[in-house]
């Protein structure tokens, strides 16, 4: 046996609670791992409460990110003892997740876990910080360099925004955070960030185009905040997308795309190749500093998960959630 949180369906609806499974219930991979930590992430935090549609069958154990030791495999690149860690492919949502003291999963999936990271540095970063990582390899690859002027990252104290910021400063760029809870602009400073501008100067509808100010933006909420930070993106400035914490929907016009020559990159973890993944957990480990990953997260044990989602949805969590599976 072990412990997991579980989501089951009835008749009265989805329910999430921490219980003792049997091991011969865990699903089919060619890995299994004894887990050491996992993270809550807005996605976990959706599929716990049910308030987004992530789950696609049940039962199901939660947690979309991973980190622990092998204890079996029949995949040629993994053997007993070896540290991995895993972020997305539907983990969490299709097939039993991380919020559990085993999982069993396809080997493919699965990344070894950098020598510069401990388990529980390694999930503080988690699938937030790794989307965040594919947000700034993205400005890269477009060509926004620190000299070309102001990035601009949403949802500054969120998972994602609290690692974009410190990957960025470290960089060299200039980060401009926005939040919704000016209380945490300290916070966001300490990150790295020069100036904290609150959520509400970009959460209403605003003009087609606006003052030129942005050379490059990680964009997490969506919405009208994501069409202002397009209409005051500069000439070939770059917007990574990677979230919808305000709103699925992105009220724009194409005028930054076709008067400034502005580039709106979608950002997906989910699916994104290995070669991408590892790349990105390789410049982690160069581009963040690790120092700064002890103001970004909390631990807390399995049976504190399922009270936590409810609080991380509701925007009242700072930064990252580590969840330590045998506490
Ligand atoms: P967190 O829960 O850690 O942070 C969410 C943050 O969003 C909050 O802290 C708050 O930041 C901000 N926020 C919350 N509600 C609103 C609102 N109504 N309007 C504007 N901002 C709001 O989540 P993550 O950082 O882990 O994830 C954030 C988003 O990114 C989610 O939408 C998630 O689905 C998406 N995501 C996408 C991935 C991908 O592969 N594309 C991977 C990972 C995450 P503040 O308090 O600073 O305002």
Same mark, same amino acid.
């Given at each position: 046996?072990?412990? +997991? ?18 091991? /011969? ?13 996992? @993270? ?8 716990? @409460? /049910?308030?987004?549609?992530? *789950? ?33 492919? +539907? ?7 991380? $919020?559990? #003291? ?13 020598? #510069?990271?401990?388990? #529980? ?30 990035? *601009? ?41 020069? #100036? ?21 933006? *990680? ?23 990677? +979230? $919808? ?16 020559? %502005? ?5 997906? /973890?989910? $699916? ?18 690790? /120092? ?32 330590? %599976?045998?506490?």
């Amino acid at each position: 046996m072990f412990k +997991g949180i579980l989501i089951e369906k009835d008749e009265a609806g989805c329910h999430a609670t921490l219980k003792d499974i049997d091991e /011969s219930q865990l699903p089919d991979g060619d890995v299994t791992i004894r887990v050491s930590h996992s @993270t809550l992430n807005y996605k976990d935090g959706l599929a716990i @409460t /049910s308030r987004g549609p992530v *789950v696609r069958k049940f039962p199901m154990v939660p947690g979309i990110d991973l980190v622990g030791v092998v204890e079996h495999s029949r995949h040629v690149e993994y053997q007993a003892g070896d540290q991995v860690l895993l972020n997305g492919w +539907g983990v969490g949502e299709q097939h039993w997740g991380g $919020l559990a #003291q085993k999982a069993c999963l396809n080997g493919d999936w699965l990344v070894p876990l950098p020598a #510069q990271f401990t388990p #529980q540095q390694a999930m503080a970063i988690g699938t937030a910080g790794y989307t965040a990582m594919l947000c700034v390899l993205a400005l890269e690859r477009l060509g926004v360099t620190p000299g070309k002027g102001e990035i *601009v990252v949403t949802a500054a104290a969120g998972g994602v925004g609290s690692v974009a910021i410190a990957v960025l400063s470290k960089l060299g760029y200039t980060v401009v955070g926005v939040t919704g809870r000016l209380e945490e602009a300290d916070y966001v400073m300490r990150l790295g960030a020069a #100036q904290v501008l609150d959520r509400r100067e970009f959460s209403s509808p605003g003009k087609p185009l606006a003052r030129e100010r942005w050379a490059g933006a *990680v964009d997490v909420v969506g919405s009208h905040t994501l069409a202002n930070i397009c209409a005051g993106t500069r000439y070939r400035g770059v917007v990574a997308a990677c +979230g $919808l914490a305000g709103g699925m929907d992105f009220p724009a016009t194409v005028a930054p795309f076709i008067l400034r020559g %502005v580039t709106l990159v979608g950002i997906d /973890s989910v $699916l994104c190749t290995r070669a991408d993944r590892l790349l990105a957990w390789k410049r982690l480990g160069t581009d963040l500093d690790i /120092s700064k990953l002890s103001l970004i997260f909390n631990e807390i044990g399995l049976a504190e998960v399922v009270p936590l989602a409810t609080k991380l949805l509701d925007g009242q969590l700072r930064g990252r959630v580590v969840v330590n %599976v045998n506490a």
